[in-house]
């Protein structure tokens, strides 16, 4: 007989639910229902209720954790609210899936750690750049040898947005929000991934727009860090970048060089409407493969387009191993562990640029 699908509630109903949980939960019936979603203020045009009639909707997290039907709740509210709505959800016996960035600091984490543990309840932080195509790619590369013994790594994540936006809960600069959260937090954990923790870490936090308003968060960061093996990891995101095409993975070794422009597909095919399953999804273009170059024996060097890695692993993914996991078949996805570990490297970024120094983990 089969087993009944998990109950999934959802926290919150800005873009996160709507572009990256929602349909993941809706591609996986036999897994997942979709039970309900918490949204404190409709709008005509903005309504849960009426996208997902068949629902339940609450007006307050509080109503979720006292709801004995809900086995998972996803947790996509703004940073600052991710330890306490975890630990709330954890202690009410539920397993959860928070949104990146995980928590605000290193300490919130570890006490997350030790209440999923005595909850004995699954945590898990949706990561779900690792399912990106490009870093699939990438990962395929560096499995290759192509590259021999690598030097240094770099990992971008370029905008060209040079005029201050509008005020909004991201721009401002309260714990958990800037660049290195945003953003920083996926190619942190796609490093973190390929390298684990760096012995030093040297960071530049900064802001590049133009007339940044007060009290705004920052906007840009770059990152070295450096490995006990010489190798030598760049991770950076700039607001002012302005180019046709912005680089996304440039990394160097002995025997070659990988380098590949433009980000994954699925999240502008998810805004735009399609979904897990439909054709084409998660698929790249060929104007964004990669290209290789590599070393012959004679010491002439060779460059050829490399096509991405496929068929796609999709975002998915990451709801078909987490279901996995529900059933005792595996991990999480991301242990929170990885997520508290990157927080660390963040952390320590912050340290070194507010002290202009180098920071040893």
């Known amino acids: 007989m089969a087993s009944k699908p998990h109950n999934v509630a959802i926290i919150g109903y800005g873009m996160s639910a709507k572009v990256f949980h929602i349909p993941l939960v809706l591609a996986l019936p036999s897994d997942f229902k979709l039970y309900g979603i918490v949204q404190r203020s409709p709008k005509p045009n903005d309504d849960a ?4 009639p068949h629902a339940t909707h609450w007006r307050s997290a509080d109503e979720v954790y006292t709801d004995p039907a809900v086995d998972v709740v996803v947790i996509t509210s703004i940073p600052e609210t991710h330890h306490a709505m975890c630990k709330a959800a954890l202690e009410a016996g539920e397993h959860v899936v928070v949104e990146k960035p995980f928590v605000t600091s290193l300490a919130e984490a570890n006490d997350l750690l030790a209440i999923a543990k005595k909850s004995g309840k699954l945590l898990t932080v949706y990561q779900n750049r690792r399912w990106d195509s490009d870093f699939l790619t990438l990962r395929h590369v560096l499995a ?6 690598l030097v240094e790594f770099e990992t971008h994540y370029d905008r060209y947005r040079p005029d201050a936006p509008a005020d909004t809960w ?12 945003e953003l920083g937090t996926h190619t942190i954990d796609q490093v ?4 684990g923790l760096p012995r030093k870490v040297t960071g530049f936090i900064t802001t590049q727009r133009r007339l940044p308003r007060e009290g705004s968060a920052h906007d840009s960061h770059t990152l070295v860090l450096q490995y006990p093996d010489g190798l030598m990891v760049t991770v950076k995101a700039a607001i002012v970048s302005p180019e046709t095409e912005q680089l996304r993975f440039w990394v160097r070794g002995t025997e070659g060089s990988f380098n590949k422009f433009g980000v994954d597909v699925q999240e502008d095919q998810l805004k735009a409407g399609l979904r897990p399953g439909d054709e084409g999804f998660g698929v790249e273009p060929e104007s964004l493969h990669g290209s290789l170059t590599t070393v012959d024996e004679e010491g002439k060097l060779e460059r050829r387009v490399y096509e991405t890695v496929g068929p796609p692993k999709t975002y ?3 709801y078909r191993v987490f279901a996995k996991a529900l059933k005792g078949e595996g991990d999480v ?7 508290r570990d990157c927080l660390r490297i963040i952390e320590a970024a912050f340290l070194s640029s507010k002290e202009e120094r180098t920071v040893e983990l």
Do not use: Y
């Open 333 to 339: 996805p991301v242990k929170a562990e990885e997520a």
């Open 316 to 318: 998915v993914e990451f």
């Open 144 to 149: 290759s040898g192509s590259l021999g013994e």
């Open 192 to 195: 973190h991934q390929l390298f």
């Open 170 to 181: 991201k721009t401002r600069d309260t714990p958990g929000h800037g660049s290195i959260f």
């Open 49 to 52: 209720s009426k996208d997902h």
